[in-house]
């Protein structure tokens, strides 16, 4: 059975930073599209970032770029979402996603739709 478990969620100011794991368990790692999204309020799942283990490239979404850094260890079997400089815009419930199907170029554009394994979210609040 496939399991992600997302830690870090918080409160912090504008500006901040904060780093979100998420643990995979119940699945070969490798080769794995591995996202990150998030929702805000009754709003839909956003997609912030992908990478694909088999390549390590990476994709952000234009609102974070510059801001947030996807990467992940092998070894640990986990996904980070490093988030700096923080707005109040990024305040959402995060959702770390892994689908062991999806290849490049797919993975880096695929949505929520497209990921069959979803961790429960951690909340993010920026304050003003």
């Known amino acids: 059975q496939v399991r992600l478990r997302e830690s870090g969620g918080g409160s912090v100011q504008t500006g901040g930073s904060r780093r979100l794991s998420c643990t995979v368990s119940g699945v070969f790692y490798s080769d794995l599209c591995m996202a990150w999204f998030r929702q805000y309020q009754e709003k839909g799942r956003e997609a912030v970032a992908h990478?694909?283990?088999?390549?390590?490239?990476?994709y952000y979404a234009d609102s974070v770029k510059g801001r947030f850094t996807i990467s992940h260890d092998n070894a640990k079997r986990t996904l980070y979402l490093q988030m700096n400089s923080l707005k109040p815009e990024d305040t959402a419930k995060y959702y770390c996603a892994v689908d062991s199907y999806l290849r490049p170029p797919k993975c880096y554009a695929s949505g929520a739709d497209d990921f069959d394994h979803w961790g429960d979210g951690t909340l993010v609040a920026v304050s003003s």
């Open positions: 990478v694909y283990t088999g390549h390590d490239d990476t």
